[in-house]
């Protein structure tokens, strides 16, 4: 039963090309949370502005963002949207899926936070001639991002990880893309996979760790 | 001068303030007690339009505060207000704290704003902690901050919602030398008040509030010495 043979080797051999598939992998993580930042901050004030139109827009981005699988948020943005002729490459449907979800996680850890915010916040910005952007922008808004700051890096980490869903639409560039063709070639499936898996895990670790440190010097209040 | 006329507010069911009248005069000190639910510090947030009213009118320097075209935002540049609760902007040093709306409302520059901001905090007794978080500050500096962050607007009127309501008693003192001072300067003042030794001390004129009305008001002296209106007596009784 367990007589299969290690081939350890012709994984390491393989490591420089796994470890630029995993810059590309961080790459896209990066820039899905970039995105996903900015639309979430969108949708948060969409919630905000008392518009019905905006408000119901920005609870369904977030409601199917967190209740349905982000493999189908991924092929959406690729088969879905071919579909109707609009053709996004592995790479681009990839990024646009996981910004999606990011978004949709991010709005709802803001909306957590702004609850943390007591009203009287705005209320004295206000009375200080503020519109009520100037006291979201300049008063309610830092506050926000600092209690969500260390949610948002599960989020982060998250997107890490979602990133290897790539290889179902046809992403071949990232790490596991890279790994999945080395194992097609090689059938030496394990080694290739545990060794991306502890790339992965290196990956998610090291961006917690710089999470926190970076948390522990911008937010000295 | 903050002329207000037959205000009248509800919440829902509950009418907090029946057709007020007062008119407060440029270098007044107006101070307003009675007792809570009378609609004092309602009162207050109407005349800076953080309240609707329901009907009457409020007028600020020829401004009528609840009328369709007026700028809440620029009006509020010349009304400062302090609250109960301090305010403080958590994520903000004292300094910039008081810096923030005249560098953003104003249009002030960062110089030009600090140059303000040090003068106003050095005024409140705060000039050693422009670099200090509020959460680091006693409930008095935070408090006296406050009043600093308003008076940086350079505003023609400051109105005090029970300013020292939420300070344990030793701070208190801290607080209204404060108010003191911008009297004696000759600031215009509304002070929502319960402290009463306060009120007969800086006032020009008391205010009593009770249930909605404006039951009696007149020079301390007089609205205290010799109160007209038996809840203003009662109330009196209760407070000694």
Known sequence: MFSYNFHWNQAFKALPQMLDGALVTLQIALLSMAIGLVVALALTLFRLSGNRILNGFATVWVEIARNTPALFQIYMAHFGLGSFGIHLSPYTALLVGIAFNNAGYLAENFRGALKAI?????????????TPLQAFRYIVMPQMLRIAFLPATNQMVWAILMTSLGVTVGMNTDLAGVTQALNAVSFRTFEFF???????????????LAARLAATRMFRY | ????????????????????????????VLT???????????????????EDIDSGRIVVDGTDVHAKGTDLNKLRRKLGIVFQQF?????????????LAPVKVLGQSKAEAEAMAVKQLTHVGLGDKLKVYPSRMSGGQQQRM??????????????????????DPQLVGEVLDTLRMLASEGMTMICVTHEMKFAREVSDRVAFFHKGVMAEIAPP????????????????????
């Open chain 1, 118 to 130: 007591p009203e009287t916040q705005t209320r004295a910005g206000r009375s200080l001639g503020m």
């Open chain 1, 194 to 208: 545990a060794l991306a898996a502890v790339i992965y895990y290196v990956i998610a670790k090291a961006v917690t």
């Open chain 2, 1 to 28: 001068m903050i002329e207000i006329e037959n205000v009248r507010k509800s919440f829902g069911q509950l009418e907090v303030l029946k057709g007020i009248n007062l008119t407060v005069q440029k270098g007044e």
């Open chain 2, 32 to 50: 307003i007690i009675g007792g809570s639910g009378s609609g004092k510090s309602t009162l207050l947030t109407c005349i800076n339009g953080l």
């Open chain 2, 87 to 99: 305010n403080a902007f958590p994520h903000l040093t004292v300094l910039e704290n008081v810096m």
């Open chain 2, 146 to 167: 406050a009043i600093a962050r308003a008076l940086a607007m350079s505003p023609a009127y400051m109105l005090f919602d029970e300013v020292t309501s939420a300070l």
């Open chain 2, 221 to 240: 002296e007089e609205l205290f010495g010799a109160p007209k209106d038996p809840e203003l007596k009662t109330f009196l009784a209760a407070t000694h």
